[in-house]
């Protein structure tokens, strides 16, 4: 099993750009989670979605879309680059809420310039 | 609203013992949960407690939890070179999410 995988790895972006991060499981997990991190504030929660076809905002949700049509696959949008969107992306998935663990992907290096 | 909070950086010298601590907000948390992240690498889980426990101990590692105070601590025996990493508390409440924290980077120096 490859377990979370994540493309592309790095992305360097103008302002204005537009691009989508993927996100694929494996493992047949019902939870799909979108993290970004920057330096000393931890990860926080872009967007998640609890099943195929459904999607939830999580902290830091603007400026970001998602899509679930796939269970195996979450994809994350950014509609009109900003330099404030520079950071690592983390995708997880769990196989179900609150008491499972979740899996992280390897994360995604985005620089918007 | 929910909020974990650590300290940023911890370091220790190699063989002794690290106590990296959290704090959190949620008196409904039932999880709480500690990640470890590696240079370049996603989150690994590394050992979870109920929220009805005070202590977990899996090999070097020991979770106490104090459910009066919100504190939660997690000690590594024999801090090894390879423990270096960046160590995120987490709790899990009545909701689909995990709040983490922000993250405790850990210096071993030999």
């Known amino acids: 099993n490859a377990g979370v995988t994540q493309t592309p790895k790095f992305r360097v972006l103008k302002t204005g750009q537009s691009m989508t991060l993927l996100c694929a499981q494996d493992?047949?997990?019902?939870?799909m989670y979108w993290y970004r991190q920057d330096p000393g504030m931890g990860l926080r929660l872009i967007h998640y979605?609890?099943?195929?076809?459904?999607?939830a905002k999580g902290e830091v949700p603007d400026g970001y879309n998602v899509s679930r049509l796939k269970k195996q696959n979450f994809l994350l949008g950014l509609e009109s680059a900003a330099p404030s969107q520079t950071s690592v992306y983390f995708c997880?998935?769990?196989?179900?809420?609150?008491?499972?663990?979740?899996?992280f992907g390897p994360g995604t290096r985005l620089t918007v310039t | 609203g929910e909020d974990v909070e650590q300290s940023l950086f911890l370091s220790v010298r190699e063989g002794d013992s690290s106590v990296i601590n959290c704090t959190y907000t949620?008196?409904?948390?039932?999880?709480l949960y500690w990640y470890k992240q590696e240079p370049g690498a996603g989150l690994q889980l590394l050992t979870y407690?109920?929220?009805?426990?005070d202590m977990k101990q899996d090999q070097r590692l020991t979770v106490l939890l104090n459910k009066k105070d919100k504190h939660l601590s997690l000690r590594i025996a024999d801090t090894q070179t390879g423990d270096s990493a960046i160590y995120f508390c987490?709790?899990?409440?009545?909701?689909?999410?995990?709040?983490f924290g922000t993250g405790t980077r850990l210096q071993v120096f030999p």
């Open positions: 949620d008196s409904s948390s039932t999880y």
């Open positions: 997880a998935s769990s196989r179900a809420a609150r008491t499972y663990e979740q899996y």
């Open positions: 407690i109920f929220s009805n426990m």
């Open positions: 987490a709790e899990g409440g009545e909701t689909d999410k995990l709040i």
């Open positions: 979605s609890v099943g195929e076809g459904t999607t």
């Open positions: 493992m047949n997990h019902e939870y």
